[in-house]
């Protein structure tokens, strides 16, 4: 595994700047989309926890040259209860915070497991592009999130829909892979 740090604060809201502007044209261009039709499965890990998928975002890409999956555990601050449902809600407004990136193909995005992490499931047009994205998110979910509990993990050569299809291909085809990012199973919904 890599050593993972976040950018320098000017770079990551440089990042950030530049993926709001790339984000305003995608929606202008109707170019990002929030099917619904893997809202609901859940996704189990080696680690033990499972995540359900509350929401996807999609944009509209001409071809992925690289495809690679990047995934993103974090857990929130002062939030239990209730409040996960209203983080949830609340989450739709932090779009514009990662749809510009350049290279983003789509997002899963997972309600808090048993041990309380949210993880992001994307993929990616080439691993640079998503260990950018992922080491500018970093400071943002740092304000929001236990310190220590932000982390991630980049699948190279692999697609998302590939991955759901097939999720042990994770026990044999990518190493070093940690357990919290290791997909072993879907539950319910498509694909399972």
Same mark, same amino acid.
């Given at each position: 595994?890599?050593?993972?740090?976040?950018? *320098?604060?000017?770079?990551? @809201?440089?990042?950030?700047?530049? +993926?709001?502007?790339?984000?305003?044209?995608?929606?202008?261009?109707?170019?990002?989309?929030?099917?619904?039709?893997?809202?609901?499965?859940?996704?189990?890990?080696?680690?033990?926890?499972?995540?359900?998928?509350?929401?996807?975002?999609?944009?509209?890409?001409?071809?992925?040259?690289? *495809? +690679?999956?990047?995934?993103?555990?974090?857990?929130?601050?002062?939030?239990?209860?209730?409040?996960?449902?209203?983080?949830?809600?609340?989450?739709?407004?932090?779009?514009?915070?990662?749809?510009?990136? *350049?290279?983003?193909?789509?997002?899963?995005?997972?309600?808090?497991?048993?041990?309380?992490?949210?993880?992001?499931?994307?993929?990616?047009?080439? *691993?640079?592009?998503?260990?950018?994205?992922?080491? +500018?998110?970093?400071?943002?979910?740092?304000?929001?999130?236990?310190?220590?509990?932000?982390?991630? @993990?980049?699948?190279?050569?692999?697609?998302?829909?590939?991955?759901?299809?097939?999720?042990?291909?994770?026990?044999? @085809?990518?190493?070093?892979?940690?357990?919290?990012?290791?997909?072993?199973?879907?539950?319910?919904?498509?694909?399972?």
């Amino acid at each position: 595994m890599i050593d993972q740090r976040p950018l *320098p604060y000017g770079v990551a @809201a440089r990042g950030v700047m530049r +993926c709001a502007v790339e984000t305003a044209r995608l929606l202008v261009a109707r170019r990002v989309h929030l099917p619904r039709s893997r809202v609901g499965i859940a996704l189990r890990f080696a680690d033990g926890t499972t995540g359900r998928v509350y929401r996807e975002t999609v944009v509209d890409r001409e071809e992925v040259d690289e *495809p +690679c999956v990047l995934v993103v555990s974090f857990r929130l601050r002062f939030v239990g209860g209730v409040f996960h449902t209203l983080f949830r809600w609340e989450s739709l407004l932090n779009t514009p915070l990662f749809v510009g990136f *350049p290279g983003l193909v789509s997002k899963l995005w997972l309600a808090h497991d048993q041990r309380g992490a949210y993880r992001g499931v994307y993929e990616w047009d080439g *691993p640079e592009r998503a260990e950018h994205y992922a080491r +500018c998110l970093w400071r943002i979910l740092a304000l929001v999130s236990v310190s220590g509990s932000v982390r991630y @993990a980049i699948l190279p050569d692999l697609s998302r829909d590939r991955l759901l299809a097939d999720p042990a291909r994770l026990e044999t @085809a990518v190493d070093d892979v940690p357990a919290w990012a290791r997909l072993t199973a879907l539950d319910g919904g498509p694909g399972a």
